[in-house]
């Protein structure tokens, strides 16, 4: 995830199924995924997915995909086409279509580091919250239209569409999450704890 602010670490790939993990893939921010087997016209992840998912023994199971490629679903809708009992679904958007009737489906386009767009079934368009936002900094993502906004004020009465606001009021602290990994990889960095680390993770500390 080149954009995110944290360039350490991995992001696993899970084959999970009830909060249980049978298999998992790790792919490093640096390095990119540890190798599978290359499949002509998938991304990168795409291949991890289809790893994993070939790893499922031969018998009835629900996949649901949040995809971007193309080929990538129709690529397992013919690969499974041999296993008797499977039934193949896809989702292009995180709609639940058992919830929707009619031409019910909000959708609402802003701009935040970049363009986004949010479905909602459970919002009018015109529902509105008043917050009072603070005016961002001059360095931040997107600082000249955020701030022309504000004007000299430091905090404005702003309208946010609820959406949005139910967005940002229980999925900010995947946010706050990130700068703690960030501030405690800086902690980790000191010499004081990396020489404790060494210590404790020395094979010779281990005994069988």
Known sequence: ??????????????????????????????????????????TATGEVVYHLLNKLPKCRHW?????????????LRIAKSDVKNYEYHSMRTAVVQDQVTGENVGGVSGIDNAPVTMLTTAHKLDDEVI??????????????????AFGEE???????????????HHMGGVAYYGQAVIDFHKILASSELRTLWEIHCSPERFTI
Do not use: W
């Open 154 to 168: 430091h905090e404005k009465d702003m309208p946010i569409p609820a959406c949005v606001d139910d967005y940002n």
């Open 63 to 75: 996949v649901v995909l949040r995809y971007r490629s193309a080929q990538f679903p129709e690529e």
């Open 1 to 42: 995830m080149p954009s995110k602010p944290i360039d350490q670490g991995f992001k696993f790939h899970c084959l999970a199924d009830h909060g249980y993990i049978y298999d998992f893939h790790p792919t490093s921010n640096q390095a990119g995924p540890v190798p599978v087997p290359s499949i002509p016209g998938f």
């Open 131 to 148: 917050r009072k936002p603070k005016r961002p900094g001059k360095k931040s993502t997107n600082a000249k239209n955020a701030r022309a």
